[in-house]
T-cell receptor
Framework: EPEVTQTPSHQVTQMGQEVILRCVPI?????FYWYRQILGQKVEFLVS????????KSEIFDDQFSVERPDGSNFTLKIRSTKLEDSAMYFC?????????????FGPGTRLTVL | KNEVEQSPQNLTAQEGEFITINCSYS?????LHWLQQHPGGGIVSLFM???GKKKHGRLIATINIQEKHSSLHITASHPRDSAVYIC??????????FGTGTRLQVFP
């Protein structure tokens, strides 16, 4: 069964460093998302992406964050200068149709630890 | 404000028990989603519904549009059902707005 994959599974970085989290969505999906979950808190939406542009972003997704689909398979989340409060589990998701009325399939997550 | 509220926060059951998890939401949803988060953190979509009832194996999800309420039921619960169950909603956009989750533990 097709699945969303994410790499790395765990990333440790120093505050102020740039990190890139990578995702490979399900191959025929068109809509892509990043969510994050701070330890002990609920999952929060970061950004949605369709047709090579951002569809919607949350207040969390400030100028330090960017997303890109550099080729036909990868979908990346970049944090330019990490802060301690960026430590969280980051989930990529994809859907075939608009995620408002279609199932979103989640990757296993990347645990980001900022020291 | 578009919100999703879940109850209970924690739930303990004996194997075989019937389990109900509740979710209430604000007016105007496009769809209501139930997801399962495993102890390792992975998230799996269980159901998406906008009306009525859906069933998959021992899991049943219902939604009452008038009361802005949804329930997830697990029949004949088993220890492998132990996980966090999350209710989420979409409101005319593609982003999922998550509830805080219900941590379920089923003991043999």
């Amino acid at each position: 069964e097709p699945e969303v994959t994410q790499t790395p599974s765990h990333q440790v970085t120093q505050m102020g460093q740039e990190v890139i989290l990578r995702c490979v969505p399900i191959s025929n999906h068109l809509y892509f998302y990043w969510y994050r979950q701070i330890l002990g808190q609920k999952v929060e939406f970061l950004v949605s992406f369709y047709n090579n542009e951002i569809s919607e972003k949350s207040e969390i997704f400030d100028d330090q964050f960017s997303v890109e689909r550099p080729d036909g398979s990868n979908f990346t989340l970049k944090i330019r200068s990490t802060k301690l409060e960026d430590s969280a589990m980051y989930f990529c998701a994809s859907s075939a149709l608009r995620g408002g009325t279609d199932t979103q399939y989640f990757g296993p997550g990347t645990r980001l630890t900022v020291l | 404000k578009n919100e999703v509220e879940q109850s209970p926060q924690n739930l303990t059951a004996q194997e075989g028990e019937f389990i109900t998890i509740n979710c209430s939401y604000s007016v105007g949803i496009s769809a209501l989603h139930w997801l399962q988060q495993h102890p390792g953190g992975g998230i799996v979509s269980l159901f998406m519904l906008s009306s009525g009832k859906k069933k998959h194996g021992r899991l049943i999800a219902t939604i009452n549009i008038q009361e802005k309420h949804s329930s997830l039921h697990i029949t004949a619960s088993h220890p492998r059902d132990s996980a966090v169950y999350i209710c989420a909603a979409t409101y005319n956009t593609d982003k999922l707005i998550f509830g805080t989750g219900t941590r379920l533990q089923v003991f043999p």
